[in-house]
Protein backbone atom coordinates (compact mmCIF):
# COMPACT_ATOMS: atom_id res chain seq x y z
CA UNK A 1 0.00 0.00 0.00
CA UNK A 2 1.64 3.43 -0.76
CA UNK A 3 2.12 6.27 1.47
CA UNK A 4 -1.08 7.93 0.24
CA UNK A 5 -3.29 5.29 0.25
CA UNK A 6 -2.17 4.58 3.76
CA UNK A 7 -3.06 8.09 4.63
CA UNK A 8 -6.78 7.45 3.64
CA UNK A 9 -6.95 4.31 5.34
CA UNK A 10 -5.55 6.23 8.62
CA UNK A 11 -8.04 9.18 8.20
CA UNK A 12 -11.20 6.96 7.37
CA UNK A 13 -10.38 5.17 10.95
CA UNK A 14 -9.36 7.57 12.93
CA UNK A 15 -12.87 9.60 12.08
CA UNK A 16 -14.37 6.21 12.32
CA UNK A 17 -16.28 6.81 8.95
CA UNK A 18 -19.30 5.49 7.84
CA UNK A 19 -19.32 2.93 5.26
CA UNK A 20 -21.12 5.37 2.48
CA UNK A 21 -18.47 7.98 3.29
CA UNK A 22 -15.87 6.01 3.05
CA UNK A 23 -16.52 4.41 -0.21
CA UNK A 24 -16.67 8.40 -1.46
CA UNK A 25 -13.37 9.02 -0.37
CA UNK A 26 -11.76 5.97 -1.37
CA UNK A 27 -13.51 6.32 -4.77
CA UNK A 28 -12.00 9.97 -4.46
CA UNK A 29 -8.37 8.60 -3.83
CA UNK A 30 -8.69 6.13 -7.05
CA UNK A 31 -10.16 9.07 -9.16
CA UNK A 32 -6.87 11.67 -7.83
CA UNK A 33 -4.53 8.64 -8.90
CA UNK A 34 -5.45 7.98 -12.03
CA UNK A 35 -5.70 11.26 -13.21
CA UNK A 36 -2.64 13.70 -14.40
CA UNK A 37 -1.22 16.57 -12.96
CA UNK A 38 -2.16 19.35 -14.85
CA UNK A 39 -0.42 20.93 -16.78
CA UNK A 40 -0.11 24.50 -19.11
CA UNK A 41 -1.29 22.60 -22.08
CA UNK A 42 -4.58 21.93 -20.46
CA UNK A 43 -7.30 24.82 -21.29
CA UNK A 44 -7.68 25.69 -17.31
CA UNK A 45 -4.16 25.85 -16.56
CA UNK A 46 -2.94 27.61 -19.54
CA UNK A 47 -1.32 30.16 -17.95
CA UNK A 48 -0.75 28.39 -14.43
CA UNK A 49 2.36 26.93 -14.05
CA UNK A 50 2.22 24.00 -11.44
CA UNK A 51 5.64 22.76 -11.92
CA UNK A 52 7.09 23.85 -8.22
CA UNK A 53 3.68 21.84 -6.55
CA UNK A 54 5.13 18.13 -5.36
CA UNK A 55 1.98 16.51 -4.40
CA UNK A 56 4.30 13.53 -3.10
CA UNK A 57 6.04 15.94 -0.45
CA UNK A 58 3.66 17.56 1.63
CA UNK A 59 2.38 14.66 3.92
CA UNK A 60 1.87 16.98 6.69
CA UNK A 61 -1.04 19.16 4.64
CA UNK A 62 -3.03 16.20 5.15
CA UNK A 63 -3.22 16.78 9.06
CA UNK A 64 -6.29 17.33 11.07
CA UNK A 65 -7.39 20.66 10.51
CA UNK A 66 -9.23 22.72 13.44
CA UNK A 67 -11.82 24.61 13.11
CA UNK A 68 -13.13 27.91 14.79
CA UNK A 69 -16.56 29.77 15.28
CA UNK A 70 -18.03 32.78 16.12
CA UNK A 71 -21.52 33.16 15.92
CA UNK A 72 -24.55 33.92 18.70
CA UNK A 73 -25.02 30.47 19.86
CA UNK A 74 -28.52 31.31 21.06
CA UNK A 75 -29.85 30.24 17.73
CA UNK A 76 -28.76 26.70 18.43
CA UNK A 77 -31.43 26.45 20.54
CA UNK A 78 -34.14 26.98 17.73
CA UNK A 79 -32.22 24.72 15.20
CA UNK A 80 -29.12 25.92 13.66
CA UNK A 81 -26.00 23.74 13.25
CA UNK A 82 -22.41 25.05 13.76
CA UNK A 83 -19.89 22.73 14.20
CA UNK A 84 -16.87 21.72 12.41
CA UNK A 85 -17.39 18.36 9.78
CA UNK A 86 -16.40 15.36 12.07
CA UNK A 87 -18.69 16.47 14.98
CA UNK A 88 -21.66 16.71 11.80
CA UNK A 89 -20.54 12.86 11.12
CA UNK A 90 -20.98 11.98 14.71
CA UNK A 91 -24.49 14.20 15.00
CA UNK A 92 -25.84 14.63 12.31
CA UNK A 93 -25.21 11.83 9.76
CA UNK A 94 -27.99 11.34 7.70
CA UNK A 95 -28.02 15.30 7.06
CA UNK A 96 -24.69 15.41 5.88
CA UNK A 97 -25.25 11.93 3.58
CA UNK A 98 -28.51 13.63 2.16
CA UNK A 99 -26.10 16.54 0.76
CA UNK A 100 -22.39 15.26 0.58
CA UNK A 101 -20.35 15.51 -2.47
CA UNK A 102 -23.60 15.98 -4.59
CA UNK A 103 -22.18 19.15 -6.75
CA UNK A 104 -22.21 19.37 -9.98
CA UNK A 105 -18.54 20.58 -10.41
CA UNK A 106 -15.77 18.95 -12.80
CA UNK A 107 -13.59 16.56 -11.59
CA UNK A 108 -9.98 17.68 -11.27
CA UNK A 109 -6.71 16.34 -10.20
CA UNK A 110 -7.06 19.05 -7.02
CA UNK A 111 -11.44 18.39 -6.93
CA UNK A 112 -10.51 14.95 -6.14
CA UNK A 113 -7.46 15.66 -3.89
CA UNK A 114 -10.07 17.38 -1.73
CA UNK A 115 -12.49 14.68 -1.74
CA UNK A 116 -10.22 12.37 -0.47
CA UNK A 117 -7.62 14.03 1.67
CA UNK A 118 -9.91 16.33 3.74
CA UNK A 119 -9.05 15.92 7.83
CA UNK A 120 -12.07 18.39 8.88
CA UNK A 121 -14.82 21.32 8.36
CA UNK A 122 -17.10 23.59 8.55
CA UNK A 123 -20.83 22.10 8.51
CA UNK A 124 -23.48 25.00 8.83
CA UNK A 125 -27.80 24.34 8.47
CA UNK A 126 -29.78 26.71 8.72
CA UNK A 127 -33.00 25.49 9.13
CA UNK A 128 -36.59 27.22 7.63
CA UNK A 129 -37.55 31.16 8.61
CA UNK A 130 -34.47 31.89 10.89
CA UNK A 131 -32.17 34.96 10.19
CA UNK A 132 -28.26 34.46 11.12
CA UNK A 133 -27.03 38.19 11.26
CA UNK A 134 -22.99 36.96 11.43
CA UNK A 135 -21.37 33.77 11.16
CA UNK A 136 -17.55 33.65 10.82
CA UNK A 137 -15.08 30.79 10.58
CA UNK A 138 -11.57 30.34 10.24
CA UNK A 139 -9.62 27.14 9.24
CA UNK A 140 -6.45 25.80 7.68
CA UNK A 141 -4.86 22.63 5.71
CA UNK A 142 -7.55 20.70 3.47
CA UNK A 143 -11.34 20.90 4.27
CA UNK A 144 -14.62 20.36 3.18
CA UNK A 145 -17.36 22.30 3.99
CA UNK A 146 -20.80 22.03 3.67
CA UNK A 147 -23.37 25.00 3.83
CA UNK A 148 -27.17 24.17 3.95
CA UNK A 149 -29.91 26.56 3.89
CA UNK A 150 -33.71 26.08 4.36
CA UNK A 151 -36.56 27.32 3.00
CA UNK A 152 -36.79 31.47 3.65
CA UNK A 153 -33.89 31.33 6.02
CA UNK A 154 -30.95 33.65 6.06
CA UNK A 155 -26.92 33.65 6.63
CA UNK A 156 -24.32 36.01 6.76
CA UNK A 157 -21.35 34.34 6.67
CA UNK A 158 -17.78 35.23 6.91
CA UNK A 159 -14.60 33.24 6.19
CA UNK A 160 -11.29 33.98 7.10
CA UNK A 161 -8.75 31.62 5.64
CA UNK A 162 -5.77 30.74 8.41
CA UNK A 163 -2.72 30.28 8.27
CA UNK A 164 -1.44 27.46 5.88
CA UNK A 165 1.16 24.81 5.46
CA UNK A 166 2.89 24.46 2.13
CA UNK A 167 -0.30 23.02 0.76
CA UNK A 168 -3.70 24.45 1.28
CA UNK A 169 -6.79 23.17 -0.33
CA UNK A 170 -10.59 23.74 0.25
CA UNK A 171 -13.87 22.64 -1.29
CA UNK A 172 -17.25 24.35 -0.29
CA UNK A 173 -20.42 22.88 -1.17
CA UNK A 174 -23.58 25.31 -0.62
CA UNK A 175 -27.35 24.31 -0.76
CA UNK A 176 -29.87 27.12 -0.58
CA UNK A 177 -33.46 26.17 -1.08
CA UNK A 178 -36.81 28.66 -1.98
CA UNK A 179 -36.13 32.45 -0.93
CA UNK A 180 -32.87 31.79 1.44
CA UNK A 181 -30.43 34.38 0.65
CA UNK A 182 -26.40 33.73 1.78
CA UNK A 183 -23.91 36.77 1.85
CA UNK A 184 -20.78 34.90 1.30
CA UNK A 185 -17.20 36.63 2.63
CA UNK A 186 -14.07 35.23 2.05
CA UNK A 187 -10.86 36.57 2.79
CA UNK A 188 -7.43 34.79 2.37
CA UNK A 189 -4.12 36.63 3.20
CA UNK A 190 -2.07 33.50 3.44
CA UNK A 191 1.64 33.10 4.13
CA UNK A 192 3.87 34.13 0.51
CA UNK A 193 5.37 30.57 0.84
CA UNK A 194 1.13 29.01 0.68
CA UNK A 195 -0.08 26.86 -2.54
CA UNK A 196 -3.60 27.48 -2.32
CA UNK A 197 -6.36 26.18 -4.01
CA UNK A 198 -10.34 27.00 -3.01
CA UNK A 199 -13.32 25.84 -4.46
CA UNK A 200 -16.95 27.15 -4.00
CA UNK A 201 -19.93 25.54 -5.42
CA UNK A 202 -23.69 26.92 -4.77
CA UNK A 203 -27.19 25.21 -5.69
CA UNK A 204 -30.05 27.33 -5.88
CA UNK A 205 -33.53 26.70 -5.87
CA UNK A 206 -36.44 29.22 -6.44
CA UNK A 207 -36.09 32.80 -5.51
CA UNK A 208 -33.10 32.05 -3.71
CA UNK A 209 -29.90 34.49 -3.53
CA UNK A 210 -25.72 34.29 -2.84
CA UNK A 211 -23.63 37.15 -2.86
CA UNK A 212 -20.56 36.76 -3.69
CA UNK A 213 -17.54 39.36 -1.79
CA UNK A 214 -13.89 38.20 -1.88
CA UNK A 215 -10.39 39.80 -0.87
CA UNK A 216 -7.56 37.97 -2.14
CA UNK A 217 -4.18 38.68 -1.47
CA UNK A 218 -1.87 35.86 0.07
CA UNK A 219 -0.10 32.62 -0.83
CA UNK A 220 2.64 32.42 -3.02
CA UNK A 221 0.06 30.06 -6.41
CA UNK A 222 -3.72 30.69 -5.62
CA UNK A 223 -6.43 29.43 -7.72
CA UNK A 224 -9.56 30.38 -6.56
CA UNK A 225 -12.88 28.92 -8.14
CA UNK A 226 -16.80 30.20 -7.57
CA UNK A 227 -19.54 28.50 -9.69
CA UNK A 228 -23.51 29.06 -9.12
CA UNK A 229 -25.65 26.72 -10.54
CA UNK A 230 -29.44 28.76 -11.14
CA UNK A 231 -31.78 25.89 -10.99
CA UNK A 232 -34.71 27.30 -9.59
CA UNK A 233 -36.72 30.21 -11.61
CA UNK A 234 -36.16 33.72 -10.11
CA UNK A 235 -32.84 32.81 -8.59
CA UNK A 236 -30.01 35.45 -8.55
CA UNK A 237 -26.45 36.21 -7.19
CA UNK A 238 -23.42 39.09 -7.72
CA UNK A 239 -19.95 38.84 -7.15
CA UNK A 240 -17.68 41.01 -6.23
CA UNK A 241 -14.31 40.39 -5.84
CA UNK A 242 -10.42 42.45 -5.68
CA UNK A 243 -6.81 41.25 -5.55
CA UNK A 244 -3.59 42.48 -5.39
CA UNK A 245 -0.51 40.39 -6.63
CA UNK A 246 3.22 41.45 -5.94
CA UNK A 247 6.29 39.84 -6.06
CA UNK A 248 6.11 36.40 -7.62
CA UNK A 249 2.84 35.88 -6.49
CA UNK A 250 -0.23 34.35 -9.05
CA UNK A 251 -3.62 34.12 -9.11
CA UNK A 252 -5.85 32.42 -10.61
CA UNK A 253 -9.28 33.47 -10.57
CA UNK A 254 -12.64 31.43 -11.76
CA UNK A 255 -16.15 32.49 -11.61
CA UNK A 256 -18.76 30.30 -13.42
CA UNK A 257 -22.67 31.50 -13.79
CA UNK A 258 -24.96 28.16 -14.93
CA UNK A 259 -28.38 29.33 -15.38
CA UNK A 260 -30.66 26.38 -15.83
CA UNK A 261 -34.10 27.77 -15.18
CA UNK A 262 -35.85 30.44 -16.24
CA UNK A 263 -35.95 34.30 -14.41
CA UNK A 264 -32.50 33.99 -13.01
CA UNK A 265 -30.05 36.80 -12.98
CA UNK A 266 -26.18 37.48 -12.08
CA UNK A 267 -24.00 39.99 -11.91
CA UNK A 268 -19.93 40.13 -11.64
CA UNK A 269 -17.28 42.09 -10.89
CA UNK A 270 -13.59 41.24 -10.57
CA UNK A 271 -11.20 43.50 -10.35
CA UNK A 272 -7.09 43.34 -9.42
CA UNK A 273 -4.30 44.92 -9.43
CA UNK A 274 -0.75 43.08 -10.13
CA UNK A 275 2.86 44.93 -9.31
CA UNK A 276 6.74 42.94 -9.37
CA UNK A 277 6.60 39.91 -11.17
CA UNK A 278 3.00 38.78 -10.03
CA UNK A 279 0.63 37.75 -12.63
CA UNK A 280 -2.74 36.88 -12.88
CA UNK A 281 -5.56 34.83 -14.92
CA UNK A 282 -9.14 35.81 -14.92
CA UNK A 283 -11.82 33.08 -16.58
CA UNK A 284 -15.32 34.20 -16.94
CA UNK A 285 -18.11 31.96 -18.05
CA UNK A 286 -21.67 32.43 -18.31
CA UNK A 287 -23.64 29.44 -19.49
CA UNK A 288 -27.36 29.54 -20.71
CA UNK A 289 -29.28 26.59 -21.16
CA UNK A 290 -31.91 26.04 -23.69
CA UNK A 291 -34.83 26.42 -20.86
CA UNK A 292 -33.43 29.20 -19.01
CA UNK A 293 -35.63 31.76 -20.70
CA UNK A 294 -35.46 35.89 -19.89
CA UNK A 295 -32.16 35.01 -17.85
CA UNK A 296 -30.02 38.93 -17.42
CA UNK A 297 -26.36 37.79 -16.77
CA UNK A 298 -23.46 40.01 -16.73
CA UNK A 299 -19.39 39.39 -16.49
CA UNK A 300 -16.84 42.22 -16.02
CA UNK A 301 -12.95 41.86 -14.81
CA UNK A 302 -10.88 44.71 -14.80
CA UNK A 303 -6.63 44.50 -14.09
CA UNK A 304 -4.43 47.23 -14.03
CA UNK A 305 -0.48 46.53 -13.90
CA UNK A 306 1.95 48.44 -11.92
CA UNK A 307 4.86 47.42 -13.16
CA UNK A 308 6.58 46.31 -16.65
CA UNK A 309 7.18 42.48 -15.64
CA UNK A 310 3.64 41.90 -14.17
CA UNK A 311 1.52 40.43 -16.36
CA UNK A 312 -2.86 39.84 -16.81
CA UNK A 313 -4.60 37.43 -18.86
CA UNK A 314 -8.66 37.83 -19.26
CA UNK A 315 -10.67 34.94 -20.81
CA UNK A 316 -14.24 36.12 -20.72
CA UNK A 317 -17.21 33.24 -22.07
CA UNK A 318 -20.43 32.92 -23.02
CA UNK A 319 -21.96 29.50 -24.10
CA UNK A 320 -25.46 30.63 -24.86
CA UNK A 321 -28.36 28.17 -25.82
CA UNK A 322 -31.69 30.33 -25.13
CA UNK A 323 -33.16 33.24 -27.17
CA UNK A 324 -34.81 35.24 -24.88
CA UNK A 325 -31.85 36.16 -22.86
CA UNK A 326 -29.39 39.14 -22.16
CA UNK A 327 -25.77 38.45 -21.38
CA UNK A 328 -22.85 40.56 -22.20
CA UNK A 329 -19.38 40.65 -20.61
CA UNK A 330 -16.79 43.33 -20.61
CA UNK A 331 -12.80 42.77 -19.35
CA UNK A 332 -9.81 45.30 -19.21
CA UNK A 333 -5.58 45.19 -19.02
CA UNK A 334 -4.43 48.40 -18.69
CA UNK A 335 -1.66 50.16 -17.03
CA UNK A 336 -2.09 53.56 -15.09
CA UNK A 337 -2.80 56.43 -17.47
CA UNK A 338 -0.09 58.69 -17.94
CA UNK A 339 -2.70 61.71 -18.46
CA UNK A 340 -4.05 60.82 -14.74
CA UNK A 341 -0.49 60.75 -13.55
CA UNK A 342 0.45 64.04 -14.84
CA UNK A 343 -2.56 65.95 -13.72
CA UNK A 344 -2.50 64.62 -10.25
CA UNK A 345 1.38 65.32 -10.29
CA UNK A 346 0.56 69.03 -11.30
CA UNK A 347 -1.71 69.34 -8.51
CA UNK A 348 1.32 68.63 -5.78
CA UNK A 349 1.14 65.17 -5.27
CA UNK A 350 4.15 63.22 -5.28
CA UNK A 351 4.35 60.06 -8.04
CA UNK A 352 3.79 57.15 -5.17
CA UNK A 353 1.09 59.58 -4.23
CA UNK A 354 -0.67 60.15 -6.91
CA UNK A 355 -0.68 56.05 -7.80
CA UNK A 356 -2.26 55.72 -4.40
CA UNK A 357 -4.94 58.04 -5.38
CA UNK A 358 -5.23 55.96 -8.57
CA UNK A 359 -5.48 52.23 -7.16
CA UNK A 360 -7.96 53.66 -4.51
CA UNK A 361 -9.93 55.04 -7.34
CA UNK A 362 -9.58 51.87 -9.72
CA UNK A 363 -11.02 49.40 -6.81
CA UNK A 364 -13.77 52.21 -5.13
CA UNK A 365 -16.54 51.01 -6.89
CA UNK A 366 -15.90 47.70 -5.73
CA UNK A 367 -15.10 48.94 -2.64
CA UNK A 368 -18.87 49.71 -2.19
CA UNK A 369 -20.37 46.77 -2.79
CA UNK A 370 -18.47 44.76 -0.19
CA UNK A 371 -21.41 45.84 1.61
CA UNK A 372 -19.62 43.89 5.03
CA UNK A 373 -17.41 46.45 6.97
CA UNK A 374 -14.87 44.44 8.47
CA UNK A 375 -13.60 43.38 5.15
CA UNK A 376 -13.84 46.70 3.62
CA UNK A 377 -11.92 47.59 6.09
CA UNK A 378 -9.42 44.53 5.74
CA UNK A 379 -9.18 45.01 2.19
CA UNK A 380 -8.57 48.90 2.14
CA UNK A 381 -5.33 48.07 4.34
CA UNK A 382 -4.39 45.49 2.91
CA UNK A 383 -4.47 47.47 -0.64
CA UNK A 384 -2.70 50.46 1.29
CA UNK A 385 0.41 48.09 2.71
CA UNK A 386 0.83 47.16 -0.86
CA UNK A 387 1.13 50.37 -2.50
CA UNK A 388 3.47 51.75 0.45
CA UNK A 389 5.49 48.44 0.03
CA UNK A 390 6.22 49.95 -3.52
CA UNK A 391 8.24 52.68 -2.08
Same mark, same amino acid.
Given at each position: ?8 ? %? ?77 ? !??? *? ?10 ? %? ?24 ? /? ?8 ? $?? &????? &? ?19 ? $?????? &?? !? ?12 ? !? ?61 ? &? %????? *? ?13 ? /? ?35 ? !? ?16 ? *? ?14 ? /? ?46
Amino acid at each position: MSLKAEIIE %DIIKRNKEPEWLAKLRRGSFETFESLPMPTMKDEEYKYTDLKEIDLSKIEAAWKPSEVKFEFDKENETNGLIVTDMRAA !LEK *HGRLVEKYFMKA %DTKQDKFVSLQQAFWTNGVFVYVPEG /MAVERLACEF $SG &ICRNL &IILEENSRLNYFENRGNGNIF $SADFTE &IY !LHDNSKLDFVFYQN !LPETVFDFSAKAAALQNDASVDWIFGLFGGKLNKLKIETFFRGKGSSSTTNGVFFGHKSQHFA &I %DTNAY *HIAEHTANNILVKGV /MAGESSSVYRGLIKIEKQAQQTDSYLADHTLLLSEKA !LANSIPSLKIDANDVRAT *HGATVSKIDDEQLFYL /MSRGLGRKEAEMLIVKGFFENVLERLGDKEIKAMVAKVIEERMLERE
